[in-house]
């Protein structure tokens, strides 16, 4: 069953603590991205891959990092210099830059 | 930075009425797509069009691009209460070379359709 996986589905986080958010693809894509979606808000980009081993700042990517040793995974870390990271991220993947983007359901953070 | 931005913020219709959200953007594209979420959802992918087409239909759905006016519509015909969810407009960007494209979304309509 094909999909795009983001884990886990909430995730609580103590101030100046780093946490790391899970993206797993087996739909075979090249390229996959981190949104973040604050409340009645649209999506901004955090960062973005279109190979593996190689990966592009978005908008708001300060904060964030990110890693693309392999094809079909994509993690984000929250670092403690995110100074607001309590948000809904969402990760996705597309066959191309250019297609269509496959969406995972989401980790809701939160910190505490 | 938002690249598209929707009009209007909420939407609200019965039942069979046609719903019409805008999406306007400020740079040149390559594509536009719209997407849908229901709330607190993953978003789903409705339909792409290309800068060189002006329409595109799909089901229910159609879209129109004007890329002189930088500018698109999404008209859901005949809409249901299974419709009401946000909808999302993105842009893609690719300025060539070495560079790389990025896909830029809108801050949404949310469509409420009465039963």
């Known amino acids: 069953d094909g999909g795009i996986t983001q884990s886990p589905k909430y995730l609580f986080r103590k101030e100046g603590q780093n946490v790391t958010l899970s993206c797993e693809q087996n739909l075979n894509h090249d390229a996959m991205y981190w949104y973040r979606q604050d409340p009645g808000q649209g999506l901004r980009l955090i960062y973005y891959?279109?190979?593996?081993?190689?990966?592009q700042k978005g908008d708001i990517a300060e904060g964030y990092s990110v890693s693309r040793e392999k094809k079909e995974s994509f993690p984000l870390t929250v670092t403690s210099a995110q100074k607001n990271p309590t948000a809904f991220y969402l990760c996705?993947?597309?066959?191309?830059?250019?297609?269509?983007?496959?969406f995972g359901q989401g980790t809701r953070l939160t910190v505490v | 930075s938002q690249q598209g931005e929707e009009d209007p913020q909420a939407l609200s219709i019965q039942e069979g009425e046609n719903a019409t959200m805008n999406c306007s953007y400020k740079t040149s594209i390559n594509n536009l797509q719209w997407y849908r979420q229901n709330s607190g959802r993953g978003l789903v992918h409705l339909i792409l069009?290309?800068?060189?087409?002006r329409e595109k239909h799909s089901g229910r759905l159609r879209v129109t691009l004007d890329t002189s006016k930088k500018s698109s519509s999404l008209l859901i015909t005949a809409s249901r209460a299974a419709d009401t969810a946000s909808y999302f407009c993105a842009t893609y960007n690719y300025a060539g070379g070495t560079s790389y494209g990025k896909l830029t979304f809108g801050q949404g309509t949310i469509l409420t359709v009465h039963p």
């Open positions: 891959s279109q190979i593996v081993n190689d990966f």
């Open positions: 996705a993947s597309s066959a191309l830059l250019n297609t269509e983007a496959f």
């Open positions: 069009i290309r800068s060189n087409e």
